[in-house]
């Protein structure tokens, strides 16, 4: 009988940027990374932080055999708080602000850019930000654009958060800092100076391979987005029956198509 390999060990940091200390981890053997392959590096969604990847990164390390990384956006998880409201250029402002950061600490220079909901939006700003580092984007249930079916989501959400027990379940991720981080969300997007925003400039630049996944159930999204994303750049795979989560509804599928693809485009 064939053991499953052992998960890889987690290396913790922090590291110090301009609006505070962020929390980082890597998954992979070593904590450098001087002769591994370009990692992953992860985007968390508007609510995520490291830990709400859950078992996702470890299963991507040993899937594709590249080290993954993740972290908390300041003002998300065990990051500092983020000193004051969330600014409207946030999506922008995190590849050029945080990614060289990273890129330093870890010690790697080319990387995948792998990001969830508004993530993917910054794994392809990253990409338009970087574009001799960034091999791949990936984007699972990404926003290319402010859709009506995107703030109905978002004043759905926003309802069930005003209820004590919504706000108990993202305090175990992100503490005292959990109302903040509902409001950076759901009044970002709500506000009419957000509404004329889209990912085109940014994927006009775009130079690498993009590879956009999407459930077809998405709440807050539909598959224009992932089409708009991919088009002339790679390819859009619509999930069937899968909603906002497609790395946690449907792991093992989105680890094949992810893997296919940065096989085929980057080796």
Known sequence: MIQPA?????????????????????????????????????????????????GFPQALAAASGRPVIAYDRPGFGRSDPFPGPLPADFIAAEAEGVVPLLRRQ??????????????G?????????????????????AQAFVEDRTLAGIRTAKAGFGEAE??????RYH????RWVIDAWTETWLSPAFAGWTLDAALARVAC???????EADEFGSAEHPRRIAEGRGRAEILAGIGHNPHREAEEQVLRLIGEFVSDVAG
């Open 6 to 54: 052992p998960p890889f060990p987690t290396h913790d940091r922090m590291i110090h940027a301009q609006t505070g200390a962020f929390f980082a981890r890597l998954w992979w053997e070593n904590a450098a990374l001087d002769d591994a392959p370009p990692p992953f590096l992860l985007f968390h969604d508007s609510l995520g932080c490291t830990d709400l990847w859950r």
């Open 166 to 171: 919504g706000l108990a379940r993202l305090e």
């Open 121 to 141: 939006g910054m794994a392809v700003e990253t990409a338009a930000r970087h574009p001799h580092a960034c091999l791949v984007v990936v984007t699972m249930g």
């Open 209 to 215: 391979p993009v590879l956009a996944i999407h459930g």
């Open 175 to 178: 503490g005292d800092k959990a």
């Open 106 to 119: 870890f010690g790697f220079t080319r990387f995948i850019a792998c990001g969830h909901s508004v993530g």
